[in-house]
T-cell receptor
Framework: EDQVTQSPEALRLQEGESSSLNCSYT??????LFWYRQDPGKGPEFLFT???AGEEKEKERLKATLTKKESFLHITAPKPEDSATYLC????FGAGGTSYGKLTFGQGTILTVHP | DTEVTQTPKHLVMGMTNKKSLKCEQH?????MYWYKQKAKKPPELMFV???????INESVPSRFSPECPNSSLLNLHLHALQPEDSALYLC?????????????FGQGTRLTVV
């Protein structure tokens, strides 16, 4: 069974204080790893897709990296508007090498950035 | 345009009511999904439609009935729900059943069953 574990559960930062969020995963065959941002009462907003170990993606103050066992979301000089829940999800290959649309999500990291 | 539109945004229904949630996308995506999200929990997959055919049903109770009238629309028909079904219902779409591509989510319907 696919499993995704995110840490920490909650993270409080001062504006400008850089940090990283962790996503550890266990999957039979990784088709893709996804990072989403979710604001309270809203749907998840897509951030990044990572497909293979060593891959990196950047967007503004965010940088996502991937190894064979985990992914990191690095936040550089965060601002209060970066406060949100960050969700990591994996998509696995199904039987026979086919892939399915199912995303398995981690529990999320609640990020709060204080001014 | 990466927009998935869900209506209504909020819905309150009694346990004997019948209601429907609607989802629409115009990105040409051929896979559409329903997820359920309880408070402080991650989204959980309910159904997957691929090319307008039901591909995955994650053992969802029959009081939830999905429908995909065409490639742009996805409905979720609700009947005889229980209070524990109260949650945020999310619709999503992605390019195709091949997977490995990002899913774009709507803003959700906040459902309260009384």
């Amino acid at each position: 069974e696919d499993q995704v574990t995110q840490s920490p559960e909650a993270l409080r930062l001062q504006e400008g204080e850089s940090s990283s969020l962790n996503c550890s995963y266990t999957v039979s065959g990784l088709r893709g790893l996804f990072w989403y941002r979710q604001d309270p009462g809203k749907g998840p907003e897509f951030l990044f897709t990572l497909y293979s170990a060593g891959e990196e993606k950047e967007k503004e103050r965010l940088k996502a990296t991937l190894t064979k066992k985990e992914s990191f979301l690095h936040i550089t000089a965060p601002k209060p508007e970066d406060s949100a829940t960050y969700l990591c999800a994996v998509q696995a290959f199904g039987a026979g090498g086919t892939s399915y649309g199912k995303l398995t999500f981690g529990q999320g990291t609640i990020l709060t950035v204080h001014p | 345009d990466t927009e998935v539109t869900q209506t209504p945004k909020h819905l309150v229904m009694g346990m004997t009511n019948k209601k429907s949630l609607k989802c629409e996308q115009h990105m040409g995506h051929r896979a559409m999904y329903w997820y359920k999200q309880k408070a402080k929990k991650p989204p959980e997959l309910m159904f997957v439609y691929s090319y307008e055919k039901l591909s995955i049903n994650e053992s969802v109770p029959s009081r939830f009935s999905p429908e995909c009238p065409n490639s742009s629309l996805l409905n979720l028909h609700l009947h005889a729900l229980q209070p524990e079904d109260s949650a945020l219902y999310l619709c999503a779409s992605s390019q195709g059943y091949g997977g490995g591509t990002e899913a774009f989510f709507g803003q959700g319907t906040r459902l309260t069953v009384v």
